[in-house]
């Protein structure tokens, strides 16, 4: 039984497939159109300059490029962007900008930096657009430097490239004032493309499966661990006040392979 068991019970790998495969499915065929026209509160990208300071100035930046309000999937868009309302996006007609992120034709592009990746939904593709799925497509690639853990991040999270995660297990959800949580996203920042920093709140009842897989009781947070993807193993960091050197040691000595040389299991320590 491995981490993707978290988020559903019976979750195997094959069942993980099908459900980012359902996602898919229901982004391409559920067909519900709405009228939302309020795209004055969104920020509008003229130049390549005001692009690159608004994707470098969050972990995540959402553009719409849109040649024009007629264009196919723009009202669904700004609808569910309007339902995201903590993620920034912007819209964008200048070709300057679009040629300068390789853009042909109307995309919803996401920008992001935990990962380094870049996901492009082509608007041109025959497929149906609806507000819905939209925003599941958004919140499943809302991929932070430190993103909280729950059903819908599962499975962005699973579907990245990086396929290593380190779990902060705590008695909280996200909170910019936890100083625990900002040091873990200071640390975070250094490991950008090779680890995914993801919180989990041990309050949280779904979250019960990540506590038991990694062999803790809500009496031990918080703590810190590793769980691999690509050997499906899990380390926990030794027991001890969490500072921002022991844990990039921790995350060092798995980058290096000495986390698993000396504990191939993947067995968590207490
Ligand atoms: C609006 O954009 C679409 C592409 O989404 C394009 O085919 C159409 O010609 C544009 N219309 C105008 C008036 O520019």
Not at 49 to 71: C, L, M
Not at 88 to 111: M, Q
Not at 146 to 152: F, I, K, L, M
């Amino acid at each position: 039984m491995g981490f993707c068991s978290f988020f559903s019970h019976r979750l195997s790998v094959f069942s993980r497939v099908s459900m980012v495969f359902l996602i898919v499915f229901a982004l391409l065929t559920v067909c519900v159109t709405a009228d939302d026209k309020e795209s004055g509160s969104f920020l509008t990208l003229n130049d390549v300059p005001a692009a690159e300071a608004f994707i470098d100035s969050v972990d995540v930046a959402v553009i719409g490029f849109f040649e024009n309000e007629t264009g196919r999937g723009y009202n669904e868009f700004l609808a569910a962007a309007k339902q995201m309302d903590k993620l920034p996006v912007a819209l964008c007609s200048e070709k300057e900008v679009w040629a300068k992120y390789g853009i042909v034709s109307d995309t919803i592009s996401i920008f992001r930096k935990a990962d380094l990746h870049q996901e492009h939904l082509k608007l041109s593709e025959p497929k149906k657009i609806d507000t819905d799925g939209l925003t599941r497509f958004l919140t499943l690639n809302n991929i932070q430097f430190v993103t909280e853990y729950n059903q819908a991040t599962a499975v962005g999270l699973f579907q990245s490239e990086v396929k290593t995660h380190v779990l902060l297990i705590a008695k909280s959800g996200s909170s910019d004032s936890d100083p625990l949580q900002q040091l873990f996203r200071d640390v975070a920042q250094k490991y950008a493309g090779k680890m995914l920093f993801v919180l989990v709140n041990g309050k949280e009842k779904p979250n019960a499966r990540v506590l038991e897989y990694f062999g803790l009781k809500s009496r031990d947070l918080p703590r810190i661990g590793i769980y691999d993807g690509g050997s499906d193993k899990k380390w926990l960091m030794k027991k001890g006040e969490i500072t921002n050197e022991r844990l990039q040691n921790f995350c060092d000595s798995f980058l290096d392979g000495e986390l698993q040389k000396q504990n191939p299991g993947g067995k968590t320590e207490l």
